[in-house]
């Protein structure tokens, strides 16, 4: 789909999104929060709204005043340079603002950036608007991936609503996708949005290698089991293994081993007796490499991913690589507050290309580089398998 032509739509398209993505929820759902990395629902609603409070409304709408002065404290996330704010621990023990009060401030800001929008913008404010909106995108798959993890985690395993593809199947063959060795170019290279660490665009030299036209499969996993895979400590990185033997880590997310030894999984679809067929998905980097270990074979870097991307059938699953997140040659971090977006997060954590179900409209590209660390898994991840020939 393309995008929309004016960002007074595609602002309020975006916004529309989020609130719809809520609409299952009892209000209780909006406030839990079980693990540190799963934020409430609530806190989604707040932060992208604070965003554009924060960046667009007060230095560009003339004589704008903020909603509540205090807001700035509770919906900032990791933005330092921007002032205090509530630890990322404690989101979930915020009973105010209410739910009420959220959708009040959100209804405030909507109503003014109408007012901006509609004005002759500033140069400068043009790139803040769009990743004003791609940031709200963001947090749609992350309030989709959290609210699995809060309803999942619920010992009703409550049903959240119909999504497609939650159960992925692949129904072609499984074949060798060779590509030649060779200089390739990598990055982002249209007038379109991207984020600033998709550039700048460089050449790479690549050895000969092949990627896997198909994601690997809940059989396969099942095999990697009962083959002990989570017990053998040689196919493991020694992090790895210290998470699975901390944790008793012993399968992927969700999946659950009823009294008659039957494999069932939590979805948004409610609970199911795992398809074999279906592509695994909600696993860590850990247990991708461990898994490709026990193969013979291994993960693509985000290079080999990028240079084959328009032969595979990708965008139901992240795909984790080997690559570790790190600048390209010569990147530029921005300046300012927006220069925290991406690159003070580059350390320690492992890229992921492709995008999920959960990746909203206008928002997925060849070029998108997600970033985790190795040991999550509550996102929409799977993984394709590579070797080198």
Same mark, same amino acid.
């Given at each position: 789909m393309n995008r929309p032509e004016s960002y007074l739509d595609f602002f309020n398209q975006t916004r529309a999104a989020t609130e719809n993505l809520c609409k299952p929820l009892a209000t209780e759902d909006y406030v839990v929060q079980p693990i540190v990395d799963v934020s409430p629902p609530k806190w989604h609603l707040g932060h992208t709204t604070w965003f554009f409070e924060e960046f667009l409304l007060v230095p560009y709408l003339p004589h704008?005043?903020?909603y509540d002065e205090r807001y700035a404290y509770v919906f900032n996330s990791y933005y330092e340079s921007m002032g205090k704010?509530?630890?990322?621990?404690d989101r979930g023990n915020l009973s105010r603002p209410s739910v009420?009060?959220?959708?009040?401030?959100?209804?405030?800001?909507n109503e003014h950036m109408q007012k %901006? *929008?509609?004005?002759e913008l500033a140069t400068d404010a043009i790139p803040v608007i769009e990743i004003?909106?791609?940031?709200e995108k963001q947090h749609q798959e992350l309030l989709m991936t959290d609210?699995?993890?809060?309803?999942?985690?619920?010992? %009703? *395993?409550p049903k959240y609503g119909e999504v497609d593809h939650e159960v992925f199947v692949e129904n072609?063959?499984?074949?060798?996708?060779?590509?030649?060795?060779g200089i390739y170019h990598i990055g982002h290279d249209t007038k379109e949005f991207c984020y600033d660490n998709e550039l700048p665009r460089h050449r790479i030299f690549l050895e000969p290698y092949a990627l896997s036209n198909k994601l690997v499969t809940n059989a396969d996993w099942m095999e990697f089991m009962q083959a002990g895979g989570y017990t053998e400590v040689l196919l493991w990185h020694t992090e790895g293994w210290d998470w699975v033997s901390k944790n008793n880590i012993a399968a992927p997310n969700y999946w659950h081993n009823d009294e008659n030894g039957e494999w069932f999984n939590y979805t948004l679809n409610g609970y199911e007796k795992i398809n074999l067929e279906a592509a695994v998905t909600h696993i860590s980097?850990?247990?991708?490499?461990?898994f490709a270990q026990w193969k013979g074979l291994r993960l693509p870097t985000e290079f080999e991913w990028e240079a084959a991307q328009d032969k595979l059938d990708y965008g139901k699953r992240w795909e984790w690589t080997e690559s570790a997140y790190l600048p390209y040659p010569n990147y530029q971090k921005p300046d300012g507050a927006l220069g925290e977006y991406n690159g003070k997060f580059m350390v320690n954590q492992k890229v992921l290309r492709g995008y999920s179900i959960a990746t909203p409209d206008h928002h997925a590209r060849p070029t998108y580089r997600n970033f985790f660390h190795p040991y999550l898994r509550w996102q929409f991840t799977g993984l394709r398998l590579a070797k080198s020939i």
């Open positions: 704008y005043e903020r704010r509530v630890v990322r621990t009420a009060d959220v959708y009040k401030y959100r209804a405030h800001v %901006l *929008l509609a004005s004003g909106i791609h940031h609210i699995k993890y809060i309803l999942g985690n619920n010992p %009703l *395993l072609h063959e499984q074949e060798w996708i060779e590509m030649p060795d980097y850990y247990e991708a490499f461990a």
